[in-house]
């Protein structure tokens, strides 16, 4: 499945592995991999028209505004010679509609929205299990990729911290914020008949299968 003017759109809450699987994906099938935050970072670096404004925003501690997001995937969407797997946009319904008219205007086409799910309990226990190092930032998982030794860094013997945002209460806030943003984007696909739902239970490779699998049919 690689026409040259497509995107994917990948959907799912935070721990359901849309990084990973969403990047292995598109280097196994010849896509760019694109998620948002990387796409804001390397319009701010090569100072495109809309990297100037996401700078100003980002300078001042403040949320990147719609306009300028639609701004950078429209870049993305002019400049990109190969199909798109978007990671983080659209994030609500105004977005999703706004990408749609974009890519017709631009005569690239919304092929499919694949969507991975994972129940809030599997995601608070995924990320909860997370710890980081305070001293080098390594990233610890204390199911899927524990240190050697019990909480501390394998690389420099530094106690480990769990992050605020991994802290059970945290996540589930996060998680209603995020069901709330995405069900209407979830929907919108879903009456386009273009929505793809994979289940991100279980194992990584399993879970790669899966996505490999329906993205092939
Ligand atoms: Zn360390």
Known sequence: MSGQREVIVLLGPPGAGKGTHGQRWAEENGWRY????????????????????AKAYMEKGLLVPDEVMHGIV???LQSS????????????????QVLDEMT?????????????TLSDDEIVERLSSR???????????????????????????????QRDDDKPEVIRKRLAVYREQTAPVVD???????????????????VYGRLKKVTLS
């Open 188 to 206: 919108y696909y879903q009456a386009k008949g273009i929505l793809v739902e994979v289940c991100s239970s279980g194992e990584p490779e399993e």
């Open 131 to 161: 710890r980081v190092c305070p001293n080098c930032q390594a990233i610890y998982n204390l199911k899927s990729k524990p240190p050697r030794n019990d909480e501390i860094c394998d690389e420099c013997e530094t106690k480990l911290i």
């Open 34 to 53: 694109a998620a948002t935050g990387d796409l804001l970072r390397e319009a701010v670096q090569r100072q495109t028209p809309i990297g100037v404004q």
């Open 104 to 116: 017709q205007r631009l005569g690239w086409k919304v092929k499919a929205a694949v969507l991975l």
């Open 81 to 96: 010679d190969r199909p798109l797997l978007l990671d983080g946009y659209p994030r609500t319904l105004a977005q999703a």
């Open 74 to 76: 429209e870049e993305v």
